[in-house]
């Protein structure tokens, strides 16, 4: 990534907010679980479940700020690029095989229901800073291949 405030898409700006919106309400329920300081926690195994719901509340404050923190920098950024492949880009690429599909480049490809592809991956690597009409090469498991960058946005 380019070290200064990525773009977001409208899909990983969806994403993000739905994720968001969940961490919250588990972050409510599990919290809601909780003892207060008054409140006597019986034996040990309560206490431990006491101590892991604790930890649990503090793993959902951590991703909740990590998830604000990557809005924040979304929205100083602005909207994608359509001139040059980045973070947050919407990319249609025609494949060796003629395929076309679009994609979408960002920072995790195990969220959404498009065709998403990391930016540290060997094809996002070829993407960023690529502009349409450009072929990029990458490696895949299965070999050598290439892709010709037919659009960018939309």
């Known amino acids: 990534m380019s070290g200064g405030p ?3 898409s409208a899909e990983g700006l969806r994403v993000a907010q739905e994720e968001l919106a969940r961490l919250r309400a ?3 329920r599990v919290s809601g679980t909780l003892r207060g300081e008054d409140d006597a926690v019986g034996d040990r195994a309560d206490q431990a479940d006491e101590l892991q719901r604790a930890d649990d509340v503090a793993r959902l404050e951590d991703r909740i700020a990590e998830v604000e923190g990557r809005l924040k920098e979304a929205a100083v ?9 980045g973070v947050g ?13 679009v994609i979408e480049v960002t920072e995790l490809a195990e969220i959404g229901e498009r065709t998403l592809v990391t930016w540290d991956s060997p094809l996002g690597k070829a993407l ?3 502009h349409a009409g450009e072929t990029v090469a990458y490696d895949t498991p299965a070999g050598a291949a290439s892709a ?7």
């Open 89 to 101: 880009s919407t990319v249609t690429l025609r494949f060796d095989d003629g395929e076309e599909e």
């Open 128 to 130: 960023l800073g690529r």
């Open 148 to 154: 010709t960058v037919l659009s960018i946005g939309g």
């Open 77 to 85: 950024a602005g909207a994608p690029s359509t001139t040059v492949v």
């Open 6 to 8: 990525e773009p977001i």
């Open 26 to 28: 588990e972050r409510g």
